[in-house]
């Protein structure tokens, strides 16, 4: 009888001890993130744009991490500074990416600040970039015999535009280039930001 007392007793002591270590310690380490000064909340609009963003699978193909100038030439690629855990913090879920097959767009909008070249790109990349292997998004604009009040239309360059017809931006082709103008961190963040 006594013996198994000493077991349970054993087995408790473990499990304070395993959780301790694995649960509290862990937890207490765990720094609060502060959003990094100089970034702002997302509107309505950037939001819903946010939700195209993940709806395209945008992510797929493009990150949002610069990495530090130490280890790669993002910086000098013009992505922008390393980023740090509080130019996410209004970013839930985070949509950092794991896939390199397009630039690093955690920066873009500081970067290409002009609605019509993204409206352009999103309907044909092609038409900015030749060559270039990122799917075009036609079905987010409307083709129209003349534009109306009201309607964003795109300017294509060279021979993209339709023929006879004007390219309409939808509300999503806007929302989702409201949400790309909002991804600039370029703001400076204290170097005790980076390591706290
Ligand atoms: C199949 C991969 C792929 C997908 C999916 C994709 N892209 Fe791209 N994207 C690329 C590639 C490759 C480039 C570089 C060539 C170019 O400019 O078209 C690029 C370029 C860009 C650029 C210009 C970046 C710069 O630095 O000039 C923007 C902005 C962009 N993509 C936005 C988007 C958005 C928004 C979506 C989702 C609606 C998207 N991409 C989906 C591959 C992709």
């Known amino acids: 009888m006594e013996s198994e007392y000493k077991l349970l007793g054993g087995a408790m002591v473990t499990l304070a001890l395993a959780t301790s270590a694995l649960v509290v310690v862990p ?3 765990v720094k609060k993130v502060e959003p990094s000064p100089g970034l702002k909340p997302y509107t309505e609009v950037q939001l819903r744009g946010r939700q195209q963003y993940i709806d395209m699978g945008c992510v797929y193909c493009h990150s949002q991490q610069p990495r ?3 280890q790669a030439p993002d910086f000098q690629r013009g992505w922008g500074r390393a980023s740090v855990a509080g130019d996410y913090f ?3 879920p985070h949509l950092l990416g794991t896939m390199r ?3 690093d767009l955690l920066n873009i ?3 290409q600040p002009s609605v ?3 409206l352009g790109h999103l309907y044909q990349p092609r038409a900015y970039t030749p060559g270039s292997n990122m799917p075009s998004y036609p079905f987010m604009f409307e083709l129209k015999d003349k534009a109306e009040e009201g309607d964003k239309v795109v300017n294509l360059p060279g021979d993209f ?3 006879g017809k004007v390219v309409v931006a939808k509300q ?3 929302d989702l280039v409201e949400y790309l103008l909002a991804l600039d961190r370029t703001y400076p963040v204290a170097p005790a930001s980076v390591i706290k």
């Open 27 to 29: 937890y207490l380490q």
């Open 101 to 103: 097959t397009g630039p």
């Open 161 to 163: 535009a339709p023929e």
């Open 109 to 111: 909008g500081a970067r």
């Open 172 to 174: 999503e082709a806007l």
């Open 116 to 118: 019509d070249w993204h």
């Open 68 to 70: 530090s100038q130490n």
């Open 90 to 92: 209004y970013d839930t």
